[in-house]
């Protein structure tokens, strides 16, 4: 039986995610195959520990208790005096967003099977 290779629908490419589906008889005078394609390498990849992120609901809103010096809060004070719409929560939130992603890629970059 003949068969193609096929990604599930969004999903990444690894030996789990792909699906056998059978195709019609190839043509006598059809190429094998076609110079572009490249041989899949079809090895499993180590699996990643689940992130615990990764499950959770990002509607549910929660908070932390931030300590400051008083030098910064006066600084996210004059932030939110002098920029519209700017509030200090949100001037946190993305700059927490931003050390997060950075400290997950380093960890990401120097533990590749963890």
């Known amino acids: 039986?003949?068969?193609?290779?096929?990604?599930?629908?969004?999903?990444?490419?690894s030996?789990?995610?792909?699906?056998?589906?059978?195709?019609?008889?190839?043509?006598?005078?059809?190429?094998?195959?076609?110079?572009?394609?490249?041989?899949?390498?079809l090895k499993p990849r180590p699996e990643r520990?689940?992130?615990?992120?990764?499950d959770a609901n990002p509607r549910v809103k929660t908070s932390i208790r931030?300590?400051?010096?008083?030098?910064l809060k006066l600084k996210l004070d004059w932030i939110k005096e002098h920029f519209?719409?700017?509030?200090?929560?949100?001037?946190?939130?993305r700059a927490v967003e931003k050390e997060a992603a950075r400290l997950i890629a380093e960890w990401d970059a120097t533990h590749p099977s963890a």
């Open 1 to 13: 039986m003949n068969v193609r290779y096929e990604l599930k629908k969004g999903v990444r490419l």
């Open 49 to 54: 520990e689940r992130r615990p992120w990764e």
């Open 66 to 71: 931030l300590e400051m010096d008083e030098v």
């Open 84 to 93: 519209p719409n700017s509030a200090i929560s949100a001037v946190c939130r």
């Open 15 to 41: 030996a789990e995610d792909v699906t056998i589906v059978p195709v019609e008889q190839p043509r006598a005078d059809a190429p094998t195959r076609d110079a572009r394609q490249v041989p899949l390498d």
